[in-house]
């Protein structure tokens, strides 16, 4: 007798943790998904952030008064970043690249001042750099405001695209976890269904009987997403360790949304298919139970 409940306690050990690695295992699935949207959307900002707006002053703005206009420009809501290059600067910049001064033979410094702008994600977008080029162009300091539009329109088109997919993924991958989880809790329960029975036949409610099998199925839960969140660490180091740069477009607030997202799915979902399943054999009757 003995032995036997040695081995049914190693049985039932064994397909704990089983379920519990199976269930760490969607969760790092899952965790790579969220880490993955919060990754493409910081990208996203970040190109969007890269793209650059040239202002070009006209000559009789003076390096005081082109200072006094980028502190201006800064505070408005699209400015992220704001750089003032004056005509002698940009002439040094033009004879590094071009490896000749082309105010030798032209007799005056032909590069005018220019701020180079750097907006917000939000405003970099063909109808708002529209609207940002024409406040600008009001100003009576400002010549001409540049942008490259075709590329703004093709960057935007293509995070966009990425974007869609990458949700798509998400939903798909987020169905196919709650499947695969499901089914594990559920086998759990299964092996379990008599005493599921024999527990209703000497009249206890059906909270009490699902009390323990919840318990069990958020204690797997907790462990499953701890080691998820673990794994989902150390290769996450491993990255950094081979990019450093990633730091520039995720930051400690995009891990720690990974980590409660898989600690918070595999509490819930784990918690939600057990008592889905053990509602399950409740509702039926021992003729059923034997027939499945």
């Known amino acids: 007798m003995a032995k036997k409940r040695k081995a049914i306690s190693c049985r039932r050990g064994m397909q704990g943790v089983t379920l519990c690695i199976s269930t760490a295992m969607v969760l790092i699935l899952l965790g790579m998904v969220v880490f993955s949207v919060l990754l493409a959307r910081n990208l996203s900002n970040h190109m969007k952030e890269n793209l650059t707006m040239s202002v070009m002053l006209k000559d009789y703005v003076t390096v005081n008064q082109g200072h006094l206009l980028c502190r201006d420009l800064y505070h408005k809501p699209w400015s992220h970043h704001i750089d003032y290059i004056s005509k002698e600067q940009a002439q040094r910049e033009q004879i590094k690249e071009l490896g000749s001064d082309p105010s ?169 298919c057990a008592w889905l399943a053990v509602n399950r054999f409740l509702r039926m009757t021992a003729g059923e139970l034997y027939k499945i």
């Open 104 to 272: 030798e033979f032209l007799g005056f410094n032909p590069f005018p001042a220019t701020l180079e702008i750097w907006l917000n994600a939000n405003y970099a977008n063909r109808d708002s750099l529209r609207i940002i080029s024409k406040e600008l162009r009001k100003d009576a300091r400002i010549s001409d405001v540049a942008y490259m539009e075709d590329l703004v329109d093709q960057v935007n088109y293509n995070l966009s695209r990425i974007s869609i997919i990458l949700l798509v993924l998400a939903i798909l991958l987020t169905c196919v976890s709650f499947s695969l989880i499901s089914n594990t809790v559920r086998l759990s329960v299964y092996a379990r269904r008599f005493l599921i029975h024999t527990m209703k036949l000497v009249g206890a409610s059906w909270g009490f009987i699902r009390r323990p099998f919840l318990y069990h199925a958020m204690g797997v839960g907790i462990i499953a997403a701890l080691i998820a969140i673990a794994v989902l660490g150390g290769c996450f180091y491993g990255l950094y360790v081979m990019q450093p740069g990633i730091l520039t477009v995720i930051t400690w607030v995009e891990l720690t949304i990974t980590g409660v997202a898989v600690f918070l799915f595999g509490l819930l979902i784990t918690a939600l």
